[in-house]
């Protein structure tokens, strides 16, 4: 049997958690934008429901994950077969889509610091 890896850290494995389920768009221009033009309440209900609706996907992920032992295509092979594959597609193919955006973000973040120290 294949030995599990495992994070070093509970935080570690929260904070990595978090990090994937919150977007860049939350974080940034949406909140500000709501705030800004008389959306605060809206604001309030819309963070509850992100919060309630994302805990609930990371948690069945974290379950179909734990039951399943595979990657993200496998368990859905596994626990059903059929053509649920095509759902852990889609889920790497997101992945992969979102990580390019986040390497262009992290070189204009990159690119800042230089010029802040620089001066440029």
């Known amino acids: 049997m294949i030995k599990r890896e495992h994070w ?4 570690g494995f929260i904070l990595a958690a978090a990090g994937s389920a919150v977007g860049l768009g939350n974080i940034w221009k949406f909140p500000y ?3 800004a033009n ?3 309440a809206f604001l ?4 509850g429901l992100v919060f309630t609706i994302g805990l609930s996907v990371m948690l069945a992920e974290f379950v179909i994950g734990r039951m399943s032992e595979k990657n993200a295509i496998g368990a859905f092979a596994k626990l059903k077969g059929g053509l649920w594959p095509i759902i852990g597609v889609f889920g790497v193919a997101a992945a992969f889509i979102i990580l390019s955006f986040y390497s262009v973000v992290a070189g204009w973040t990159i690119s800042y610091m230089i010029k802040s120290v620089t001066g440029a």
């Open 8 to 11: 070093g850290s509970r935080l």
């Open 33 to 35: 934008m709501a705030g």
């Open 38 to 40: 008389g959306g605060g």
């Open 44 to 47: 309030v209900i819309y963070l």
